[in-house]
Structure formats: C-alpha cells, structure tokens
C-alpha cells in the first residue's frame, strides 16, 4: 500500500512537472504568434498611412518606377466596382476566364463536368488524396462558380436543422488537410441531410490550403443550402502575402497561372459571408463581436468592397492621385509613420465608411475577455476584446442563445467562456508542433442546440511519441524561436544588459536579466522559469548569469560584445517577415523575381517602416551582394533572398 501511494505521488509531481513545461511552452508560442500579427499590422499600417497621406507618399520623391510599384500594390487591394464604372467587373472575368483552356489528354487528375452533382466533390477529394495537382481550368471553374453563388447570398446566412436535426460547426483548419479529411471521416460529407459551417482562417500556415478551400467551395457549389462558410481574418490577401497562402499559389501552379488564381480567390474572399445564424439561436462568427455590433446595419453592407479587410478601398480619385503624386515636398521627417502595434483606422471617405469598416473588422478579428467591458485588442493587435456584459447585451439584443467562434488556437480544441455564452472551436490539430493541441470540430443537435465537441489529433507520429517526447520536441521548437528573438535584438539586448553592468563584468544578477529581457522583446513570457534554457548561471556566482551566453547558439556571426547600432544583417533579419512582404508587394509582374532596382525600393520602404536605420550604400550594397549572376538585372527571387539572409544569419 506504501508502495503504491509513492508510485502515485511520483507519478502526479513527473505529470505536473510535464503540465508546467507544456504550459509555458504553449505560451511561448501563442506569445510570438501574436507578436507576429501585431508586426504585419504595424506593416499595413505603414502602408495604409502611405497610400492616404499625400505629404507622406510625397517624401518617397518622384521616382516614378517606385511610384508605380505602390499604385500596383493598391490596385491588388481595392476593388473599384461602382455605379459609375464596370470595367473591374469585367476586367475580372476576362482576364481569369478558363473555357477556351485546355486540358490535356495526360491529365489524369480531378475533371469537373456540368452539371455539378455530390460525386464531383468526392471525385475532388480523392483526387487529393492521390497527391494530384488539380489543373488550373478547373482550379478557376470552381472559383468561378462559387463566386456566382455567394454572390447571390446574404452578409448574414440563416442555416435551420429543420431537415437534417443536426449541424457541424469547424474552426479555422489553416491549410491542414489532414485534419479536414478526419473531419470528413467522423462527420461524413457535406449535404442537406449533413450540413457544415466552416468558420473562417481556411487557409494560410498550412501545406495544403489550395486543395482545402477547392474543397470546400466545391463543397458549396453542389450543396449552397447546407453548406456555410464564414468569412475569417485570413481569407484576405493582404494576410496571404504574409502567411504563406500567395507562396504555395506560387509554388504550384506557373506563373501566368498562379496570377489568374490569385487575383480571383482574393476576390471570392471578399463574397464570403461574414456569419451563420443558426436557428435563429445561435450566432457563428469567425472573431467575435464588440459593444457596437449591430447586425442590421451588417446585413446591409456591400461586402465585396473589402477585399482586404486590412487595407480597405480608397476612393477612385484618391488612386488617380497616387498615378500623378503632383504634392508638394513635404518637410523633412526621420520617420514616414509613427506605427503602432494596433490596425489604425483609415481615412475613409466618411464616418458612416469608417464604422462600416469597423463592424466586419470586429466581427473577423476580436476575442472574449474575462473582463467586463469592450476594450481594443492589443495582445492581437486589431480587433476587440469583449468581456461577459458585452455578451449577454448582444445576445439579448438580438434574441440569440450563445456565440460559436475560433480564431484562437486551444490545448483541447474548444473553449467554453462567458458562463456558457460564448464558445470557441478551433479545427487544425498539432497547430504550433506535434503535439500542442488538439483539434475539435462542434456539433449542434436540434431542438435544443447544445454544443457537443468532438476532438481528434491528425498526425500519426504523434501516437508513438510519450508524453515526455512530446513535451520535450514542443520545448526545444519554442526555444528555437526564443533563440532567433534573441539574436534578432542583440544590440538591443547588449545595451539593456549593459546598463545593470557598468563595470562591464559580463555578469548580471537574475532579475536585472529577466527585467531587461522583458524591456526588449516585450513578451510577457516568464523569464525566470525560462532562463536556465536560455542562458548560463555565472561559475563563481550561481545567483549571477552571464549574459553573452544568451547568444551562444549563434555567436560565430559576431564576437564584438557590444555595438552602439544593429548590424545590417542583424536589422533585416529581424524584419525579415515584413522585407518578404515588401518584396511580394514590390514584385509587380508576379514573376517570384526582383530586379536590382526592386529590391532597392523595397529596402527603401522598409527602411522608411523602421525609421531610417539603414544607409543608402549599405542598401545598395546588399542588393549588390544578392546579385548572385552579377548581371545588374537580377537579385534572386522573394523567397530566395529571404533565405539567403536567414541563413548568413544562423550560422
């Protein structure tokens, strides 16, 4: 019996001892996550301020090949339908037409033939499953008529379990087609007696978001009245660019394709609906809500015109103004925009534009918070948290019994917050690493409606992974980007370190390392529990650390210990994510490659987003240094140069 109650203490402190190692793991990754969003708004934001501001747009001079970039990167984003011109319209349709393309007899792919019936969909699906690259033709003709058939559907959808007695509810799936086809599996396919609702973030993070959204548009065409699919932050081209959706277009299909490809799905985003009521009892949304949710007013909005949610239409004066830029010099200013870690509101043409605008920003991009009141989201950095009193105002006000949403990624798939009230869902299993969560997908029987959460993990490594392999491959993952962090804001680091060491012993006590850990890289993470990963107890004093070996992992690339500014390549790396950005925003014929001059430009913004810490000779000297055949034409292509930093970097 001793024996027994030792075996069982031993075994709750080896599974607490796990549970804390897995909890702070999970934080470390929902940490740069987030940090991550906030750093591609901050981006947006910096383009927003450039495409509206005159004097600002002015201060780039007047090179008119770097104008042109920028009026090519807002035309990718407005879509210019009015009364008083069509052409866009049908611009869209000539130039993404696929009838007269041919498909040759050694296809042996996924064929799509009118009139479209429930084998079309497993026909795709197995397809998939082979590894076969659905061709283009009919890649554009699901895009095509999926298209056709949200456009003919409200902002807000009604779904009714009067026929089926039953509804499946899917969070965000990012590209994971594994856990679609688990989803398929348990739930069985889409039709009027097995009605779905995707809530939103379809694609982008995962290897597979092209085959996922032909998927489940496909999904829609031959089934419109028992399939929904909501609208989620990522469903917006401006997020692709960032995360991953543009590449893998890119990677699979050539060019003039992936062209065609990606100039319509960004317009089938703008279509999609941005909500599902159930029953008339509970209420689906991607994000959430916030205080001045008003559906009415949602129900009324002209949906398309966000295309990107993110960088919203201008006015077609405004654009033509960018096409001539005659404003006058502005005064001279280190900075063209004071960015901040939250989506500014734009100049739109008026307050009733601007509230439009914030009504589907919200609905795509908040999320609960236990405490009461409506707040703006800045751990995310767009959005809005929304406490209890906020849901159980917009529930009674709209006769609704709960709220089903996602876009937060949960250790067991679901959530349950707001005493009952609001539930998230989220669908992509192993999210962050092997491992991290669970996915779970939510089903809803009639008459009452009571969620019922259905969980899965995709990965079949997983299951030969015990609980320590698995809590020790999430750790040394989260460690890993912790290290890239660090190296990413040495100088920073060095200097914030230094101020606790003016005799510049290389040691600090604990806490002055963890305070000046906290003041770089803002985090939130606990330090202290972190830092024996991080860096290494003093030899003569185990209450001091010594601070250089915080870079150890990556201290070939620079022994100098201290720098009164950022390396170059210590600068662009840490902004490698937003250089990528620029570079796909600046590649103009969506070739992949930049030219000499390109790439300048690019860095020229970039270095405007930073605040000017880089020289015109040392850009000029990294696009000359990336110029790999020396032809003065080429530098390399997006991802490549990306690379090619990254990798000077880390060794």
């Known amino acids: ?359 589907i920003v919200d609905l795509l991009w908040s999320d609960p918070s236990p405490n009461e009141g409506c707040s703006p989201n800045t751990f995310r950095g767009g959005g809005m948290y929304f406490g209890p009193d906020v849901s159980r105002a917009f529930l009674k006000a709209n006769n609704l019994q709960y709220i089903i949403r996602s876009h937060e990624c949960k250790q067991e798939g679901y959530e349950i917050t707001h005493d009952g009230r609001v539930v998230t869902i989220f669908s992509a299993s192993n999210y962050y690493e092997i491992g991290s969560n669970r996915g779970a997908i939510c089903r809803l029987t009639a008459p009452d409606l009571h969620p019922h959460f259905v969980q899965f993990i995709s990965t079949r490594g997983h299951k030969r992974l015990t609980m320590k392999q698995t809590t020790t491959t999430m750790e040394e993952k989260a460690i890993k980007h912790l290290n890239e962090q660090f190296f990413a804001h040495k100088a920073d680091l060095l200097e914030a370190f230094e101020v606790y060491d003016p005799a510049n012993t290389g040691t600090i006590k604990i806490v002055e390392w963890c305070n000046a850990v906290e003041k770089v890289l803002k985090l939130g993470l606990p330090w202290r529990t972190l830092r024996r990963r991080l860096v290494q107890t003093s030899a003569t004093n185990h209450h001091l650390v010594d601070y250089n070996t915080s870079f150890e992992d990556m201290s070939s690339i620079d022994d100098t210990p201290a720098r009164p500014t950022p390396l170059l390549f210590e600068t662009l790396y840490r902004q490698k994510d937003n250089l990528e950005v620029i570079f796909r925003w600046m590649d103009q014929d969506n070739s992949g490659i930049l030219t000499m001059e390109e790439f300048q430009h690019g860095c020229i913004l970039l270095n405007k987003h930073m605040g000017n810490p880089l020289s015109e000779d040392q850009i000029k000297a990294l696009a000359q240094s990336l110029d790999i055949n020396k032809d003065g034409q080429c530098v390399s292509s997006c991802l490549a140069t990306i690379t090619a930093i990254a990798v000077a970097f880390s060794k």
């Open 1 to 359: 019996m001793k024996a027994a109650m030792l075996i069982q203490r031993w075994y709750r402190r080896y599974r607490a001892s796990h549970e804390a190692q897995r909890a702070y793991t999970w934080t470390i990754f929902q940490k740069m996550e987030y940090a991550n969003e906030q750093d591609h708004l901050k981006l947006q934001n910096f383009f927003n301020d450039l495409m509206s501001n005159k004097q600002l747009l002015a201060s780039l001079g007047g090179d008119n090949t770097l104008m042109a970039a920028m009026n090519t990167v807002r035309r990718r984003s407005q879509d210019l339908k009015s009364a008083k011109d069509m052409v866009p319209e049908l611009d869209l349709l000539k130039a993404t037409e696929y009838e007269a393309i041919t498909v040759p007899l050694s296809y042996t792919g996924f064929r799509l033939e009118k009139p479209y019936r429930q084998n079309a969909l497993e026909q795709l699906i197995d397809s998939v499953k082979g590894k076969h690259r659905i061709h283009v033709r009919y890649v554009l003709e699901i895009l095509h008529e999926a298209r056709n058939v949200l456009k003919t559907m409200p902002n807000i959808r009604h779904a009714s379990t009067s026929l089926s007695k039953k509804i499946t509810v899917v969070g965000d799936l990012h590209g994971k087609l594994d856990d679609l086809l688990i989803i398929f599996y348990k739930a069985g396919l889409p039709d009027t007696t097995n009605p779905f609702i995707f809530n939103g973030d379809i694609v982008d993070r995962g290897f597979f978001s092209v085959e996922i959204i032909l998927i489940l548009l496909m999904a829609l065409i031959t089934n419109p009245n028992a399939v929904f699919i909501n609208r989620g932050n990522h469903e917006d081209h401006v997020m692709n660019l960032r995360y991953g959706f543009i590449k893998e277009i890119s990677n699979k299909y050539r060019q003039l394709e992936s062209k065609k490809i990606r100039r319509l799905i960004a317009d089938v985003f703008g279509w999609l609906p941005v909500a599902t009521i159930i029953d008339h009892k509970v209420f689906v949304v991607h994000g959430g809500i916030s205080d001045a949710t008003d559906l009415k007013l949602i129900q009324t909005l002209k949906r398309a015109k966000f295309t990107s949610v993110l960088n919203p239409p201008l006015e077609l004066d405004d654009i033509q103004l960018l096409e001539h830029h005659e404003e006058p010099a502005p005064e001279p200013t280190g900075k063209v925009t004071d960015s901040q870690a939250f989506l500014k509101v734009p100049e739109m043409d008026s307050a009733e534009a601007t509230f439009e605008w914030k009504q």
